[in-house]
């Protein structure tokens, strides 16, 4: 198997998965209860806190343990608006922008029902966000800025400071979902100014369903999940502790020569891409160039006059792990909104692939990739 769809969920590293062997095993009882076995399973979480919090130049008492990505973000949202609502703030609106992720896209579609006012902002042909049209969609009562990090599909890199610094000026919280950067991209919060910020564990060789969000001191944001007292009473429910800890030990040692890794990823991805280019007539990269604007590992192609499902089929009988434009499971057919917000031309949008390198690619896995991948567009042009 060749597996270039790390965007969509890494494997485990193996440090991960002893520390969580561990709590499955030894380690297996209740962190809230008092007594020392108890506390023990605790203090395993508090290190985790400790590590993640480290990783972002965060203090631990401002990380909070989710269930991923996804719980983060409607966390942010609603836990925001609701906040502003119950304190008796005034403010409605939410500046996004139109390619995120569904997690805050969905969110704000839920919000938008409810009557909060929602401005979806268009991005440019790299993806990014025109920092004008931001400020301009500012009103008296816009409460919160959504941005994220790095795009799942295209890997495009927002200018996050320049963000933090707008939402700073106007008073307006400012919640980034790094899902897809975390890990790629040093983040520092203080420094850059961000109140809110997603992670996702299992995007960085740590396990599914866990993440955390960072919350920064004093934000003022409503709890999520009702129940025990959890997390500093703000997000209920017994903590998954093997999940954390795996984690925790999965952050630990990604952020291990963060920069050589990212490096030699992104020179691999590179190698494709000029392969792609010099060898396969009309293709379009999609998203920035590679370089300061683009994740290391992500390469965003279409192929015209191609069905991109086909091509995944062929990839996949050919043992290569590969995704659609569209990378998500939202059950839309056709187009996805990031494709379509970019302007990729129709009969190019249709044979969208993203292929998204990790460390441990290979330039002989490419060459494999590129001989199929060659033969595949020549049959399906014919
Ligand atoms: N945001 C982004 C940018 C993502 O790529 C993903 C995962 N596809 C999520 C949020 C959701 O994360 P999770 O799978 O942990 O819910």
């Known amino acids: 198997m060749i597996y270039l769809d790390h965007a969509a969920t890494t494997s485990v590293c193996p440090r991960a998965v002893a520390e969580m062997k561990k709590c499955l095993e030894i380690y297996y009882g209740n962190p809230s209860g008092a007594y020392e076995f108890a506390q023990q399973c605790k203090e395993k979480i508090e290190t985790a806190r400790k590590q993640v919090a480290k990783s972002i130049n965060a203090s631990k008492d401002e990380i ?17 608006v609701r906040a502003c609502r119950y304190k008796g703030k005034r403010g409605r609106h939410i500046i ?25 902002l268009p991005v440019d042909e790299r993806g990014v966000i025109s920092l004008r049209d931001l400020e301009r969609a500012i009103r008296n009562d816009t409460i919160l800025i959504s941005i994220m990090y790095a795009n799942n599909e295209i890997g495009t890199i927002q200018p996050i400071d320049e963000i933090a610094k707008i939402a700073k000026k106007y008073n307006i919280y400012f919640h980034t979902d790094a899902v897809q950067a975390y890990m790629h991209i040093p983040i520092d919060v203080k420094k850059s100014g961000i109140h809110m910020m997603s992670v996702s564990s299992h995007k960085l060789c740590g396990p599914k369903g866990t993440g955390f969000l960072y919350i920064s001191k004093g934000c003022d944001i409503e709890k999520f999940i009702y129940g025990g007292k959890q997390e500093s009473n703000m997000r209920a429910g017994t903590e998954n502790v093997p999940g954390i800890v795996g ?18 990823t992104a020179n691999v991805r590179d190698y494709f891409l000029s392969r792609i280019e010099n060898e396969i007539e009309d293709v379009r990269l999609n998203g920035a160039e590679p370089g300061n604007e683009r994740l290391p590992g992500n390469l965003n192609i279409s192929f015209k006059g191609i069905e991109g499902e086909t091509l995944l089929i062929i990839l ?5 792990c590969a995704s659609a434009g569209s990378a998500c499971n939202t059950g839309e057919p056709g187009i996805s909104h990031v494709i379509e917000s970019i302007g990729v031309p ?3 949008a249709d044979g969208t692939i993203r292929f998204t390198l990790g460390e441990e690619n290979t ?20």
């Open 346 to 348: 129709k009969e190019y």
């Open 247 to 264: 984690m925790g030990a999965a952050v630990e040692e990604g952020f291990k020569n963060m920069y050589k890794k990212n490096l030699k």
């Open 363 to 382: 330039v002989r896995e490419v060459d494999f990739v590129m001989d199929i991948l060659k033969t595949a567009i020549k049959v399906l042009r014919e």
């Open 316 to 320: 996949d009988m050919n043992g290569i």
């Open 64 to 80: 909070y343990f989710t269930s991923g990505g996804t719980e983060s973000d409607n966390w942010a949202l609603f836990g925001t």
């Open 96 to 120: 996004t922008s139109c390619i995120e992720h569904h997690a805050i896209l969905n969110s704000c579609k839920a919000l938008e029902k409810q009557g909060y006012r929602v401005t979806y």
